[in-house]
């Protein structure tokens, strides 16, 4: 087997060796390219777990197209299935639709087609400034196109494999036609129970049960329907086997909870292999479920789509710009939990400072002496980029240095301003340069206004404080602007500082803690002498002269 450095190169490796290995594969794979294929049940805000599985997905399919492979992600909205929960953030009015497909329920905003267009469209408008190439489906499109018809018949001219399978797997009775019409009468998909096939006309009888779900109610209606073309959907652990031969898939992953003995994915492959004849997607085959993706928590917590729980993905841009949260989930091996709390600022201020050091390897600015990690990080990079490849090192600041030149600053251009008096940055800034340093300050000030702790939060004081120290450490900290003035260097500066303390005898740890004092109001702050020298002389003057 060959080792490749990257796991998403990995996967469309051994995909392809699949596909060469399998006669009805290979033929699929010329007519189709390599489908890797992501699918959501709309049935509200959809949370940053779902955005894990869509980054993953995206990401084998680039390294699929990146070595020639024809790789195409395509993500299918579950609009077919049912509401069965009502999400708690609706109003009440919503209750009537219960039981309906999400395709045909109102949308809670205008301008959308349904309810499940609406909460789909939500995540795939944000689809480009995830850097995420997506070719979108509607499941219940699908249906209606006739491109389930053949797998349907086959599945209800065989429902005994059917019901074998299920009493297998679940060691109960199954003596279901697997197959819901929607009611010709109220509308409802999830109320109806099929009686009987009648293989000959191709029809379904089907009744609409008062009392089938605790969560929606039926009409009563009794009638008979052609199950093609959109009149009703497959059982989903059925549906599921019957998407990856009507569309081709080769490749699909989901959330680990899926990939149990006895869970879906297990009913789905003996679904595929047994009654559909197709050979179940990577990383499942006939005889092995494989392993799903693991899960993503934001502090420790999994969240819920039904129970409005959690980040959405909508929302996650206001927590972590997409650039790096993407680079988070590709660095990440897809069998390895990602938790990310924005209020822990190590989570914060580490992730953003290791995105700067894979580009700095990318761009070779950084050494890093063993080679599998080189190529590895210069693998990451690559594939969690959103946009072209940038062709020199973008502008780099680090994250905390940013929050603490924004609040010096207090605005973009005075952070700017005090970046290049520091040198951090060249004075004739333009262009992409500018544009990466003003992403990464307001990346800063999002994190500061919003999810950092009080250690990184600061506000600069107008006037000099009422002080109860000593008379000697207030002559000290009265010549902090001249030392200043005298060295712009911090090295140099902060050993000024030691050289006068242990001169004076003054204890190190008040002259810092009175300094801060003076500063913020507060005992701690940034690294005293580069500090200083942000602050520029006007401002320690102002402050320090006068004590
Ligand atoms: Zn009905």
């Not at 060691?171 to 509308?187: A, L």
């Not at 479920?289 to 502090?299: A, H, K, L, P, S």
């Not at 902060?494 to 242990?502: D, G, K, Q």
């Amino acid at each position: 087997m060959t080792e490749k450095i990257h796991w998403a190169d990995q996967i469309a490796h051994d995909v392809k060796e699949r596909v060469q290995s399998d006669d009805t594969l290979k033929k699929i794979v010329r007519k189709h390219g390599y489908i890797v294929l992501d699918e959501k049940t709309p049935s509200g805000t959809i949370h940053i777990g779902s955005g894990r599985g869509w980054v993953i997905h995206d990401a084998i399919a680039k390294a699929m197209r990146d070595v020639n492979m024809k790789g195409r992600f395509i993500l299918s909205s579950d609009d077919m299935d049912p509401m069965d929960k009502l999400p708690a953030y609706l109003d009440k009015s919503y209750e009537s639709y219960m039981g309906m497909p999400f395709r045909n329920i109102p949308s809670p905003v205008e301008g959308y087609q349904s309810y499940a267009d609406y909460y789909f469209m939500q995540c795939v408008e944000k689809f480009e400034e995830w850097g995420i190439q997506a070719e979108i489906e509607s499941t219940g499109r699908l249906y209606e196109s006739g491109a389930f018809n053949e797998s349907i018949k086959t599945i209800l001219n065989n429902s005994h494999l059917v019901k074998n399978i299920f009493e297998r797997i679940y060691e109960k009775p199954y003596d279901k036609v697997p197959f819901n019409p929607i009611c010709e009468k109220c509308g409802k998909i999830g109320t109806t129970l099929a009686t009987k096939w009648d293989a000959e006309k191709e029809c379904i009888s089907y009744r609409c049960e008062k009392n089938l779900v605790t969560w929606a109610e039926g009409c009563g209606h009794e009638g008979t329907i052609s199950p093609y073309n959109g009149n009703g959907k497959l059982p989903w652990k059925v549906e599921w086997a019957a998407k990856w031969i009507s569309l081709g898939v080769v490749c699909e992953y989901a959330g680990k909870d899926h990939f149990t003995k006895k869970g879906s994915r297990d009913v789905a492959i003996a679904i595929s292999h047994e009654v559909l004849n197709f050979p179940p997607p990577h990383p499942s085959t006939a005889t092995a479920i494989g392993q799903g993706y693991e899960f993503f928590t934001v502090g420790g917590k999994k969240m819920s789509t039904s129970k409005g729980q959690g980040v959405g993905f909508a929302d996650i841009s206001a927590v972590l710009p997409p650039r790096i949260l993407r680079y988070l989930l590709i660095r990440t091996r897809i069998q390895a939990a990602v938790d990310f709390d924005p209020h822990r600022p190590n989570d914060v201020i580490l992730l953003f400072d290791r995105f700067d050091k894979t580009e700095r390897i990318y761009f070779g600015k950084e050494k890093e002496e063993n080679e599998m990690d080189r190529e590895s990080q210069k693998r990451i990079y690559e594939l969690s980029h959103i946009g072209e490849l940038p062709k020199k090192m973008p502008v780099q600041i680090p994250l905390s240095l940013a929050a603490n030149t924004i609040q010096v600053g207090l605005s973009e251009q005075g952070a700017i301003k005090i970046l290049q008096t520091l040198g951090h940055m060249p004075q004739d800034l333009t262009g992409i340069d500018l544009h990466h340093a003003i992403e990464r300050l307001r990346d800063a000030q999002q994190w500061i206004t919003h999810f950092a702790t009080d250690e990184y939060k600061f506000t600069i004081q107008d006037s000099p404080p009422h002080l109860d120290a000593s008379p000697s450490l207030k002559t000290a900290l009265r010549e902090i602007p001249n030392l200043v003035r005298k060295f712009k260097d911090e090295k140099q500066l902060h050993n000024a500082f030691y050289e006068m303390c242990t001169e004076r005898s003054i204890d190190m740890k008040d002259f810092f803690r009175t300094a801060y004092q003076v500063l913020l109001n507060k005992e701690k702050g940034p690294r005293l002498a580069a500090f200083l020298i942000m602050l520029g002389d006007e401002k320690v003057s102002r402050l320090f002269s006068q004590l």
